[in-house]
């Protein structure tokens, strides 16, 4: 085992009773889950930034576009001033400014008109 990742283990461990005991709370009920009604591509992982999220998701958008399906994205809006839903656009004009949004919702509703 490298060195270097013996100090991280006792974290790695914690890390993943915490999350058999979030995925035990979905099945017991005390979490719960939503659908949506429609097809539902998640994208996401444990970093924060900087990790080509919001370009993908582009990407998934234009590809779906592309080939005539109606897209919509959902999105925390991350660092923005405002909570709740918002609706940032309805594909022909944006509504919020990136404050209220969050700075990657703006940047979507920008750049995927339609």
């Known amino acids: 085992m490298d060195a270097n990742r013996f100090p991280h283990l006792p974290f790695s461990w914690l890390y993943g009773a915490a999350v058999a005991i979030r995925n035990k709370c979905f099945d017991w009920g005390v979490f719960t889950s939503r659908t949506l009604g429609a097809p539902t591509i998640s994208v996401g992982n444990l970093s924060v930034g900087g990790t080509g999220k919001t370009p993908l998701v582009a990407y998934i958008a234009r590809h779906f576009q592309s080939r005539g399906k109606r897209v919509a994205v959902l999105s925390r ?7 709740g839903f918002i609706l940032v656009s309805d594909g022909r004009q944006v509504f919020v400014g990136a404050a209220e949004s969050g700075d990657e919702p703006q940047e979507l509703a920008n750049g995927l008109r339609g």
């Open 77 to 83: 809006g991350y660092k923005r001033e405002s909570s």
